[in-house]
């Protein structure tokens, strides 16, 4: 998304770092949904992360709240599972910190960090 404008309810596309995403920003609700997929998957190690979905809002408090699919590779015949779940944090530093420690590159953490923060300052 670096510098790109998206309307209310509109979707971006882009590759960050070797990962194709795409970018649904929701000014109205404080809320940024992202799908990303690694472009090669082929060279993800066990337990890398190859593809992506998460929906990070503003929660009621103030906080961040995330819910998340992350498809990881999960044995040597390269099938994959999905951890998902639900995280809050307090600080959009924890949430990039987060992105790194699940897999992504810093890169594209940074590119969601900030794309989720624009929506919240109601700039996207």
Not at 19 to 46: F, K
Not at 66 to 92: K, S, Y
Request: one cysteine or more.
């Amino acid at each position: 998304m670096a510098g790109a404008e998206v309307a209310e309810g509109s979707m971006a596309t882009g590759e960050i770092a070797g990962w194709y995403c795409r970018w649904i920003p929701d000014p109205a609700r404080s809320a940024l949904e992202v799908a990303c997929t690694r472009q090669n998957r082929r060279q993800a190690g066990i337990g890398d992360p190859v593809e992506a979905r998460l929906r990070i809002e503003l929660g009621p408090r103030g906080d961040i709240l995330v819910q998340h699919g992350i498809w990881v590779v999960h044995d040597p015949a390269e099938r994959q599972r999905m951890r998902w779940g639900e995280e809050e944090f307090t600080r959009l530093d924890d949430l990039e910190a987060w992105l790194k420690q699940v897999g992504l590159p810093a890169e594209l953490a940074g590119q969601i960090t900030n794309a989720f923060w624009a929506v919240r300052e109601g700039n996207a």
